[in-house]
Each structure stands twice: as structure tokens, then as C-alpha cells.
């Protein structure tokens, strides 16, 4: 007889059966959960109990990563976490961080300047030293941030012209590839005279990450060749030195660098979206012509991700600007206990490896540089697994000295430049083998090669020869660098006119001056630097009778310098017997300066510094 079940064995397996298949169903609605949630495991804590409507920590951060943060503060705020027993949620605004950190202070207006932020996440603690250069926002800053991601800034240059520079099998650096864009016939010799004319842009420094740290990169460096030796400042009068700005931290070897990338330029525009459009589709405008640009390694990636025709290959600096992603508590009145506990929640939340993996999905790297997804910044395509040391963080002083120099740079200059080329010129400089003759010309043909495309320019010479009752000499007539002087370019008819002055004849200084300072009114422009550079070796040696007295000049100088439309007389001095003293008079009423330069290092320093309108 068949063996039976008993009414407790069945009862038994029902009961079996019936919690096999609950936890089958948990195991379903768990991988359920997991998938609906992207895979990702997020850390959860136990249930907090809060109450009362939440409070909100509102997020600034910048653009590249305000998606990603937005989508882990919706998983954190999910979680219903609490402050102070408050229940909280999180609200991510993205903002460009040069808007904050020029509203931040004590006025912020809602209405004016959007949401006050709890947190702020620029992308790089550059825009920290802008804000902190103010007193009122210094104090809303902590004196410790923490990194929650980092993104390099790198040179975007079309791949093509990257592979005839030896890319990549060999590097490029930054001075490297400038100078490639600065110097004619290189792209011609590499089989690519097409490319001649592709020019290098620039995102406005005031408003871009990538173009502020592209100004630091490149003033804050020495350009090997340039022709200039960092040699110190040549010496000023001391009238003149002590209307100097004290604390400039630009040297004049970097000034130089900044000229050499200010010649190269295409374009400057508002932000990098421009030039990555560009490349996609060309306009008319200077954009089109913009080949290579300062651009967060994060974006170029971005970019390429869309497989352009014409993809871009990403250009490391050997020291390069890191964006650290600082993740910014303020210290403001809006930002209480219940912000600040929630604010360090989040901040845990935002350093889970979890949370890094997503970050990384925007191609930005992890706070020590390192690629979080390696896929996301591929090594076929040029990006980098490991960085350079980085360059230190500028502080405020040295951020507002750069940008100040590099504003200068892009400012249209209107000269007159005035040479002194009477007999004494042929006089023997100690120590040199040349005459300050040849002093003058070997420092006005390197100075030429420096000028930048917004520099408009005219060439005398000046002195009284026997038998001719002219005074000075028009040599290149006045107009833009850009222009052309009958068929020939101003850049080079320049250098051609100085190479065939002689000296002869007595020096008409009071005179020249004079007529100079007119000539400058009849093309003063504004927005511009407007000066006479006067270069001299001796004292006026045409009183009297003959032309005017030094009496006389200054005091037409003082009334018909116009105020609305003032020009500078800037007097250089060359020479170890040069009489600085009238020079500084002439030089002092009309607001200029006068240098006296004793070598040759100096020389070429000062008239680069006056053909910049630095001197002024």
C-alpha cells in the first residue's frame, strides 16, 4: 500500500511553498528596483524622521557638470534626508561661474542675480580668487574647498594640422604650436600653404575658464627665442616711477609671451561654443579661419564624441591649468545650520565611487585627475590617461594683474614713432660694439616684429642736415600694421625705412615733439592708447630764432592738449651722456613717461613695452 501524506506534512510544504515563492518575489522586485535605477548601488541610510515643509540647498554649479550633479542630488533628495530634524531636498541651478562670482557679496539682488546659492561649484577655484578679490565676497568663502571632479584645459586643434606637426607619435607643446600659427611659411613647408591663413582663437578671459587659464598659461611663461632677454625693466624717471602701479606681477619677458600668442590671434569670442560651431560649420566671420583654441579637455571630448568630419585633437600643457570642480559652502547670511548640515550630506553623497562613475559619464576626470571612465576619454584619440603637474592656483593679486595686461594687449594702439637720427647717433654705445645708431635700429626691427594687428603706426626720423630745412622725415606713412604702404605691407616697410637712416645733422627735439603731438590728434581714436614714442640721444640743439625753446613747447603742450582726446609724448633716452631732464617735462605734461636705457637689453625692452602702450 502506497505510503500517504499526513494532513501536517501537507500543511508543512504549503507553508514552504508559500515562502518560497514571497522570496521569489522580493528577489524580482529588488532587480527590478536595481534596473530601474540604472544599475547604480546608491548608499542608503535608515529612514530619518523630519517634518515641516523641506528646506531647500540650492545648488550653483557650473554648466559642464550641472546635469550630473542635478541627477544625484534627485537621487539623494529621494532618500528623504534631514538637517536639524528639517526634512531637506536639493535644487541644482546651472550657472556660468563668472556671473557668480561677480554677483556674489552682500547685495545679491534675487531679482537681479537669480537664486541665492547655499553651494556653489565653479569649475575652476579661479573664479574663488575673482570673487575673493572683493572684500565682501572674501568673506562668504571658506578657506578650504573639496574637488569633486577636474578637467584640464588643453589646446583644441584640428586633427590634420596636429598630424603634419608630428601628432601623435610626437607631443606638442603649447609655445610650439602658438609659434606654428605666428610664423609664416610653416604650414606651407609642411605641404599645407592652404592653411596660412588659419589663425589661433581665444575665448574672452573675463567670462571663460578656458580663456582665463590660456592667459595665465601663456604670460605666465618665457618664450625661448623670442629675441627678448628677460632682462629687468629699464630704468624710469622718478616722476615716473612713482605713478606706477605698484605689485604688477607680468613680467616683461612674459608680456612678450602674451604678444607672441596676440599676434596669432583670429578671433576672441564670448565663450568656446563659438569656435567648436566653427568647426562644424564655417561662417564668413574671423571664427571660420580659427583652427585651434584654448577648450576644456571635457568638451573637445564631447565634441569628438559626435564624430565630426574633422575631429579635434586636444593639446596638453606641460604645466597645465586644472579645473577642480570646488565644491563651495558659503558662509552667507541666507546659508544657515539647516543649509550647511544638508550641504555636507550631499557633499558625502557626491564622493561615493557611484556617484564619481556618473560624474565621470560627462568626461570629466576624478579630483586627482584621474579618467573615472576611461571610454569617456579614449587614448586612440589623444587624450591623456595621466597629466603634467598641474600649475598652482593664482591668487587674486596675480589673476587681476594678468587679465589686466592681457586686456591692455587687445587694446587698439595709435603711435608716432619719432627716431632721433642727427650726428651724435654715431656715437660708439660702451660695451656693445655698436653705435646707438645701430642700437636704434637692431632695437626698432625687433619691436617691429612684435607689434600686434591692433596697432596702427607711423615712422619719422628727425634731425636738421646742411643745406635742407626739413626738420623730420615722414618714413611710413601713419595707418594699421594690417594695411599695406603702396604694395608693400606695414609690418614689413617698417624695418625697411629703419635699416636706411643715417646719422647727420643737429637734433631738433623741442620742434619735433611739437609737430609729432599734432599729427597724434589728427589720428587719435578712442578706446586706444594715443602716443608719440620720441626717441632721443642727446639734448635740442635748435633754440632761439631757429625753433622753439623748451619754455615755449611746454607750455603749448599744456594748452592745447585736449582732455577729451588726450596724447601721450612717451621719451625714451638712449645713451649714457642722454640730458633726461627736459625729456621728463616734455613726457610729464602730457601725462607720458621718460626712460633712459643704457643697453642694449633694455632698449629692445622699452621700445617693445611703448609699442605695446605699456609705457604710458
Not at 565682501?136 to 573639496?146: E, G, K, N, Q
Not at 557633499?347 to 573615472?372: C, E, M, Y
Not at 647727420?504 to 589720428?523: I, K, N, S, V
Amino acid at each position: 500500500m502506497p505510503l500517504g501524506r499526513t494532513g501536517s506534512q501537507v500543511s508543512s510544504h504549503r507553508v514552504r511553498r508559500r515562502l518560497w515563492l514571497l522570496t521569489l518575489c522580493l528577489v524580482v522586485v529588488a532587480v527590478a528596483a536595481a534596473v530601474g535605477l540604472g544599475g547604480l548601488r546608491w548608499p542608503r541610510s535608515r529612514p530619518q524622521r523630519c517634518a515641516g515643509t523641506p528646506a531647500t540647498l540650492t545648488v550653483a554649479a557650473a554648466p559642464a557638470i550641472a546635469h550630473a550633479v542635478d541627477s544625484l542630488a534627485a537621487r539623494w533628495s529621494a532618500g528623504h534626508p534631514a538637517a536639524q530634524g528639517r526634512c531637506v531636498t536639493a535644487s541644482v541651478i546651472a550657472e556660468p561661474p563668472e556671473q557668480v562670482a561677480a554677483a556674489l557679496g552682500r547685495d545679491w539682488d534675487p531679482t537681479r542675480d537669480g537664486q541665492r546659492p547655499a553651494v556653489w561649484i565653479p569649475d575652476s577655484s579661479m573664479w574663488l580668487a575673482v570673487a575673493g578679490s572683493r572684500p565682501d565676497a572674501a568673506a562668504m568663502l571658506p578657506t578650504r574647498t573639496t574637488s569633486i571632479a577636474s578637467s584640464p584645459v588643453v589646446l583644441a586643434l584640428r586633427q590634420p594640422l596636429a598630424q603634419a606637426l608630428g601628432w601623435p607619435k610626437h607631443g606638442i607643446d603649447w609655445p610650439d604650436l602658438i609659434g606654428a600659427f605666428g610664423q609664416s611659411g610653416v604650414w606651407t613647408r609642411a605641404g599645407h600653404p592652404e592653411w596660412e591663413a588659419l589663425r589661433v582663437g581665444i575665448s574672452d578671459p573675463s567670462r571663460s575658464t578656458a580663456g582665463l587659464a590660456a592667459v595665465l598659461t601663456i604670460l605666465g611663461q618665457n618664450v625661448a627665442g623670442s629675441g627678448v632677454p628677460p632682462s629687468p625693466a629699464p630704468s624710469e624717471s622718478p616722476s615716473s616711477a612713482a605713478s606706477r602701479a605698484p605689485g604688477a606681477a607680468v613680467t616683461n619677458a612674459q608680456l612678450t609671451a602674451g604678444l607672441a600668442l596676440t599676434r596669432t590671434l583670429g578671433a576672441v569670442a564670448e565663450s568656446t561654443d563659438a569656435f567648436f560651431a566653427a568647426q562644424t560649420a564655417p561662417a564668413a566671420g574671423p571664427d571660420a579661419t580659427v583652427a585651434a583654441f584654448p577648450a576644456m579637455e571635457s568638451d573637445v571630448a564631447a565634441y569628438d564624441s559626435t564624430n565630426p568630419v574633422v575631429p579635434l585633437a586636444p593639446v596638453y600643457s606641460s604645466q597645465p591649468v586644472v579645473a577642480e570642480y570646488p565644491y563651495t559652502v558659503l558662509s552667507a547670511s541666507w546659508v544657515g545650520v539647516i543649509e550647511r548640515e544638508a550641504a555636507g550630506q550631499l557633499l558625502s553623497f557626491l564622493r561615493t565611487p557611484d556617484a564619481r562613475a556618473a560624474i565621470g559619464a560627462a568626461r570629466l576626470r576624478t579630483p586627482d585627475h584621474a579618467a573615472a571612465r576611461p571610454e569617456a576619454l579614449p587614448a586612440a584619440a589623444g587624450f591623456a590617461a595621466s597629466l603634467g603637474t598641474p600649475r598652482p592656483a593664482p591668487g587674486p593679486a596675480t589673476i587681476s594683474a594678468v587679465t589686466t595686461e592681457w586686456a591692455n594687449l587687445q587694446r587698439q594702439v595709435n603711435l608716432l614713432a619719432a627716431l632721433d637720427t642727427s650726428g651724435s647717433m654715431s656715437t660708439p654705445v660702451p660695451g656693445t660694439g655698436l653705435t646707438r645708431l645701430q642700437l636704434l635700429q637692431q632695437t626698432a626691427t625687433t619691436g617691429f616684429g612684435l607689434l600686434t594687428n591692433r596697432t596702427s603706426i607711423g615712422l619719422w626720423d628727425y634731425s636738421l642736415r646742411p643745406g635742407s630745412a626739413s626738420e623730420y622725415r615722414e618714413l611710413v606713412p601713419f595707418g594699421p600694421l594690417t594695411g599695406n604702404v603702396g604694395s608693400v605691407p606695414r609690418g614689413q616697410a617698417l624695418p625697411a625705412a629703419v635699416a636706411t637712416v643715417h646719422a647727420e645733422g643737429y637734433t631738433p627735439l623741442y620742434d619735433t615733439a611739437y609737430a609729432a603731438f599734432h599729427e597724434m590728434q589728427r589720428h587719435w581714436q578712442p578706446d586706444s592708447s594715443n602716443a608719440v614714442i620720441l626717441i632721443t640721444d642727446g639734448v635740442n640743439e635748435m633754440n632761439g630764432d631757429a625753433g622753439l625753446t623748451l619754455g615755449e613747447l611746454l607750455d603749448r603742450l599744456r594748452r592745447e592738449q585736449r582732455a577729451d582726446q588726450p596724447v601721450q609724448i612717451v621719451t625714451i633716452a638712449l645713451g649714457t651722456e642722454a640730458e633726461a631732464g627736459p625729456l621728463q617735462q616734455i613726457a610729464q605734461v602730457t601725462g607720458g613717461r621718460t626712460y633712459v636705457v643704457r643697453d642694449v637689453a633694455s632698449a629692445i625692452q622699452t621700445l617693445i613695452l611703448a609699442f605695446t602702450g605699456r609705457l604710458q
